[in-house]
C-alpha cells in the first residue's frame, strides 16, 4: 500500500527512481511523483495515475540530480489527484517527505499547525507531517535529522517514510514505524524501498529497518538509530533474488505468469521438506515450537483475503488429519474483539507479503496473550517474519499480480505439510495414509502442469460468460475455500459480482439468484459428498442456471448435467484444493482480459495492504 523509494549516490538518479516505482506499482497506483535534488534545487513532479503517466509527464523535462525520492499512492487521505500525490513539500519549503503508512492524529497535528499559521495545499495527512518537521526544525534551530525524530515522537499511526531537507541536501533521512523499509547498500551509494524489488538490481545487500528506527544516508555512510536516539548497529543481509524472478518473461500479464510457476512453486515450497524415501515431512522452521504444537489445544489461524481461503483449507487438513480443533479468523475481527486466547494457544498467522497491517497487529495481540505464533509467509526478511518466534516460507517466489494465485497454492501446500506433520506427531494419522498423501503431493506439479495445459479450453469458457454481471461458486468441505477464491478472483480481477458459497448453502437464499443468466461454477471432484454436489447440481439446473463444473477427468454423470466440464485429474480429496483452483484461476484471468481489465493493477486494490 503506497511505494517507497529513495536514491543517493553518484549515478543519474530519475532512471533509477522510475524503474524502482514500477516494481513498486503493485502496492498502490492511484498516482506516481518523484523529486530529486540539484545543486540545492528540488525538481518536484506528481501526477494522478500510473507511474506511465508521470514518465509521459517528465519525458520532455530536464531532470537532473544524484539524490532523490519517489512514491507509488494506494490514496487514503484525500482523492487520488496531482495534488494528493506524493512528495509532499512543507509550506516554507525546507522538507520534502513520501510516506506510506496513515498518521492517525493528523487532524490533531493540523490544528496546531494551523495556529501557527500553517496552510496545506493538499488533503493528506503526510503534508501535515512534512509540517510539523518544518516547524520543529525552524523554531526550534535543530538539525533535520532531530526534527524528524521529535516529529516521529508526536505521530501516531504507521509510517515508512523518507524525508529530504533543502538545507542539508546531501542525505536522504528514512524511518519506520509499521510500514516496510529496506535499504540496500552499494559502492558508495545506497537505496532506499519499501521492498527489495527495486534494489536488486543494483545490490543484493539489505538492511531491513525495524520500527521506530531512523537511518539517515549520505552518499557515503549510513547510520542508524532509535527515534530516541540510541545508536544501532546496521545489520547487512544478503538476499537471494534474480531479477528474473520479477519481470514478466514474456507473458502478457504478471498473473499469467504467477499461475504458470505453479508446478515450479509448488515443488519449491515441499522441496527439502517432503521426503518420500522414508516418507517424512521436515519443517526445520518448527522446530523449537514442536513442544508447543504437540500440547496446544488449540489453532487459531489468522489472515486476510487469499491467505485466509488458504487458512480455511488448513483448518479442514489440520482438524481431519492432526484432530485439533482449528480456528480461522480474518485478522481485522480477531485483533478487534477482544478474542479469547491462552498460552496454550497456537496462533498461525498467513500472509504472502507479511506486511499486512492486521494480520501484524494480530500477531503482536496474540504474542503479548502469551499464545505462541507461528508464521507461514513468502517474503523473506518481512515484519511478519520478524514478529513470529517459528515459521515456514513458502517458496513461491516474489509474486508481483494483485491478484494473489501461486502464493495460494504454496501457502496450502505448507498448510498441508503442517498437518500431516501435525497427524503424525499426534498419532492421529495412521503410516499409510501419511505415506500415501505425501507420495500423492510429489505428483500435484505434473499434475497441474497437465491442467496448464488445457487453457484453451478455460479461455473457450470464458470467452462465453465475460459479459456476465453475476456467478456463484459453490464448493463442499476443503473445496468450499476454493469457491470462495475462485468467486475472490473473479471480482477482483473483472469487477463481475461474484459470490462462494457451501454447496448446500446455496438453497438457504442464493438459490433465489438462479435463472438462466446466472453462471454457477461448482467444485464437484469425487469425495465423500460427491453425491450430493450431484444434486446440487441438480437443484440449479431444475431452474435454468448455468452449470460450468469442476469434475475429475472422465466423470460422465456430471457431463450429462452440466454446460461445461473444466477436468481435472484425479487426486487424493484433501490435495483436491492444489488442482481444482487452476481453472478457476486461469477461468477469472481470461475473463478479465476479454473485458479489456487491467489484470495485473485491478481497480483500488493494492497488493500489499499496510494500512487498517
Ligand atoms: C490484499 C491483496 C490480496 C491478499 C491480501 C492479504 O488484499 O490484494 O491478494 O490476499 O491483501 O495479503 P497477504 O500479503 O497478507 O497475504
Known sequence: MCGIVGYIGNKDAYPIL?????????????????????????????????VSELEKETATKKITGNIGIGHTRWATHGLPNDINAH????????????????????????????????SFTSETDTEILANTIEYIYLKGKVSAELAVRLALTKIIGAYGLVVICIDEPNQLIAARNGSPLVIGVGEKEYFIASDATPIIEHTNRIIYLNDKEIAVVTKNELSLKTITNDALIPMIQELNLDIEEIEKGGYDHFMLKEIYEQPKSINDTFRGRASQNPPEIYLGGLYNV??????????????????????????????????????????????????IISKNDVIIAVSQSGETADTIAAVKMARELGATVIGICNVVGSSLTRETEAGVYTHAGPEIGVASTKAFS????????????????????????????????????????????????????ASLYKDATNCIYLGRGVLFPVALEGALKLKEISYIHAEGYPAAEMKHGPIALIDENMPVVIIATKDHSYEKVVSNIQEVKARKGIIIAV?????????????????????????????????????SYYIAVMRGCNVDQPRNLAKSVTVE
Open 410 to 461: 504454496a501457502q496450502v501446500t505448507v498448510l498441508t505439510m503442517i498437518s500431516l506433520l501435525l497427524g503424525k506427531r499426534r498419532k492421529k494419522l495412521s503410516e499409510k495414509t501419511y505415506t500415501t498423501l505425501i507420495k500423492e503431493l510429489y505428483k500435484i506439479p505434473d499434475k497441474i502442469t497437465q491442467l496448464l495445459s488445457q487453457n484453451e479450453t478455460y479461455k473457450h469458457v
Open 87 to 118: 512528495p509532499h513539500m512543507s509550506m516554507n519549503g525546507k522538507f520534502i517527505v513520501i510516506h506510506n503508512g496513515i498518521i492517525e492524529n493528523y487532524a490533531r497535528l493540523q490544528k496546531k499547525l494551523c495556529d501557527r499559521g500553517y
Open 290 to 339: 514442536f513442544d508447543k504444537l504437540d500440547e496446544a489445544e488449540r489453532i487459531i489461524i489468522v489472515a486476510c483475503g487469499t491467505s485466509w481461503h488458504a487458512g480455511l483449507v488448513g483448518e479442514y487438513l489440520i482438524e481431519e488429519f492432526a484432530r485439533i480443533p482449528v480456528e480461522v479468523e480474518y485478522a481485522s475481527e480477531f485483533r478487534y474483539r477482544n478474542p
Open 18 to 50: 522510475i524503474n524502482g516505482l514500477k516494481r513498486l506499482e503493485y502496492r498502490g497506483y492511484d498516482s506516481a511523483g518523484i523529486a530529486l535534488i540539484d545543486n540545492n534545487k528540488a525538481q518536484v513532479y506528481k501526477k494522478q495515475g500510473k
Open 551 to 587: 469434475v475429475n477427468e472422465g466423470d460422465t454423470t456430471i457431463a450429462k448435467l452440466a454446460d461445461h466440464v473444466l477436468e481435472v485429474p484425479e487426486t487424493l480429496p484433501e490435495l483436491a484444493p492444489l488442482t481444482t483452483i487452476i481453472p478457476l484461476q486461469l477461468f
